[in-house]
């Protein structure tokens, strides 16, 4: 059974990091997408960020590109979401999903989800 649990949120001020991460187990992950996925209040789940495990390719979403880096460590099972310069609109609770096989920014083809952890940006 896949599981997927994520860390790392918390309260930054605007232009200020934080490091998400999802540790994933109970399945060899290496035919694996995983995603970062984020919801705000009263808004529509959207895509953050997706890695292939296999390989390391990644895409962003437009808005987040130059300012987030997804990736994962495969000894540790676990995938990074490194943010960067963030803002007060990215402030939402982000989710980590998991799809066995090709996936990008739908969250609709993701099979598996975290918890989600809550990041918070003060303007």
């Known amino acids: 059974q896949v599981q997927l649990v994520e860390s790392g949120g918390g309260l930054v001020q605007a232009g200020g990091s934080l490091r998400l991460s999802c540790a994933a187990s109970g399945r060899t992950f290496s035919s694996y997408t995983m995603a970062w996925f984020r919801q705000a209040p009263g808004k529509e789940r959207d895509f953050v960020a997706r890695?292939?495990?296999?390989?390391?390719?990644?895409n962003y979403a437009d808005s987040r590109k130059g300012r987030f880096i997804i990736s994962r460590d495969n000894a540790e099972n676990t995938v990074y979401l490194q943010m960067n310069r963030l803002r007060a609109d990215d402030t939402a609770v982000y989710y980590c999903?998991?799809?066995?096989?090709?996936?990008?920014?739908?969250?609709?083809?993701?099979?598996?989800w975290g918890r989600g952890t809550q990041v918070t940006v003060s303007s």
């Open positions: 999903a998991a799809r066995e096989g090709p996936a990008f920014g739908d969250w609709r083809f993701y099979d598996y």
């Open positions: 890695i292939r495990w296999s390989d390391g390719d990644t």
